[in-house]
């Protein structure tokens, strides 16, 4: 899903560009994301420190108007969910349009998808499930601020909030009793500052640190009815990203 999606992203984006107000921005990167994932009350969250991928590519308007796709993915260990470490994948992607308002204020707003995929690698004989899967997707707006102390150095800041939809998963039950499928609501919050750097016209470094927050309210067994425990996903994400204007 996230190569295709950004394969027709990228080709719109492009044929836009042919305007000579308009600029094409990819942009590749790594991150470093602290996962934690806590079910309900009084229980120890899951932890996994996950390294990722980042590219992407961004249309920017002369006139301070933007569009930016960009997905991420990784996969390490993660503790605290099985009885021993085991397999954590994650996959972010995001599509966002901005306005610029002034006096280095951003106007923005999305649509954003996580995925958080935990498998029992290890054939452990504690677990309850071999895989389970956790997803929020939905819109999301907010407002970035931008201090440009000269041509070659900023700073920003931003935040969101995003009402979006949550659901998880839970595969291959090991006692044969079947899958469960669970949907409810989902919150997501996030903060980032980062730092930009451009030795000339075109090229940017960028360094920042980004905050996240998905909470999984009103969760429903789609079979039974049943209702589970509010969920939540943390991230901490540390990144560094190149790009280059055309």
Do not use: C
């Amino acid at each position: 899903m996230f190569k295709k999606t950004a394969i027709t992203t990228v080709l719109a984006l492009a044929s836009l560009s042919a305007n000579a107000d308009w600029y094409v921005q990819p942009k590749v990167g790594y991150e470093s994301r602290n996962y934690e994932i806590a079910f309900g009350e009084g229980f120890d969250p899951a932890t996994a420190t996950i390294p990722g991928l980042v590219v992407g590519i961004s249309l920017i308007n002369s006139s301070g108007w933007y569009a930016d796709f960009e997905v991420s993915t990784g996969d390490d260990e993660v503790s605290n969910f099985y009885l021993e470490d085991d397999y954590i994948e994650r996959d972010d992607f995001t599509l966002s349009t901005g306005w610029s308002l002034g006096n280095g204020l951003t106007l923005f707003t999305g649509f954003t998808g996580a995925d958080t995929t935990i498998e029992n690698q290890k054939n452990q004989s504690t677990a309850d499930y071999n895989e389970v899967k956790f997803r929020s997707e939905g819109f999301f707006g907010g407002l970035a601020k931008t201090f440009s102390f000269n041509k070659s150095h900023s700073l920003s800041v931003s935040a969101a909030i995003g009402v979006m939809e949550g659901s998880y998963q839970l595969n291959e039950a090991r006692d044969g009793s079947g899958n469960i499928d669970v949907e409810g609501d989902s919150t997501g919050y996030s903060a980032n500052v980062a730092y930009s750097y451009r030795p000339g016209n075109s090229l940017t470094f960028t360094v920042g640190v980004k905050g996240q927050a998905y909470t999984y309210t009103d969760m429903q067994d789609l079979n039974t009815g049943a209702f589970y425990v509010d969920t939540e996903e943390t991230l901490t994400n540390v990144f560094a990203k190149t790009s280059y204007t055309f």
